[in-house]
């Protein structure tokens, strides 16, 4: 299965580890949820998602990523202005 997988699936995965390892830094404290670094891996994993998505389309996956992002984009910019 490894070798079936192609370099757009692989970025998929990327975006997909880099959303769980941003969710579990925050979870253990190695990063605040108040940095922006935070919301720039989830949006840059959510971005990576969607990516993927465009090559393979699931509605339902599309609609979460998209959402995760707007979540990501939101955030950085409250804490953007707060600065």
């Known amino acids: ?3 079936d997988l192609t370099f757009i699936d692989w970025v998929g995965i990327v975006g997909s580890f880099l959303i ?5 830094a925050v979870s253990r404290a190695w990063v ?4 922006p670094a935070f ?3 989830n949006l840059g994993g ?3 998602i969607l990516v993927s ?3 393979r389309p699931n509605a ?7 959402l995760w992002m707007g979540i990501a984009i939101l955030s950085l910019l409250r804490w953007a202005r707060r600065r």
């Open 60 to 66: 339902g996956a599309i609609l979460i990523e998209l």
């Open 20 to 24: 769980a390892g941003a969710y579990l």
């Open 32 to 35: 605040s949820a108040e940095r």
């Open 1 to 3: 299965m490894l070798f």
């Open 53 to 55: 998505l465009w090559y």
């Open 46 to 48: 959510a971005f990576m």
């Open 39 to 41: 919301h720039l891996i």
